[in-house]
């Protein structure tokens, strides 16, 4: 995806930019948000110890998206992809090794 700017940490899980995002899928149809589920990055949303610590590295900071993944849900209110999300070229979840999940492999 881009560069997009950090406006706001709703939960331990997800942040919301500007301007919104945008992803055209496979059909043609094309999906546009704000808000982003942070992939990797495994907690609670009501996780307050890592939604404060998420303020201090990313709230006002400018971020990459990458690997958009759409995410099944019915509830509006929750983000419509998941996103590797990079600041300053590093992963978010590398300040969070104690809630970051790994990939499987093999």
Do not use: H
């Amino acid at each position: 995806m881009s560069t997009f700017k950090v406006i706001e940490i709703p939960n331990a899980t997800a942040i919301v930019v500007s301007p919104q995002w945008k992803l055209t899928l496979a059909d043609g149809r094309e999906m546009i948000d704000n808000k982003v589920r942070i992939a990797g990055l495994n907690t609670a949303p009501a996780n307050e110890y890592v939604r404060l610590r998420l303020e201090s590295f990313l709230r006002d900071k400018d971020v990459e998206l990458l690997n958009p993944q759409v995410l099944n849900s019915n509830d509006p209110s929750t983000a419509l992809i998941s996103c590797t999300v990079l600041v300053d070229k590093t992963d978010i979840t590398y300040y969070f090794p104690e809630f970051r999940s790994l990939p499987v492999i093999g």
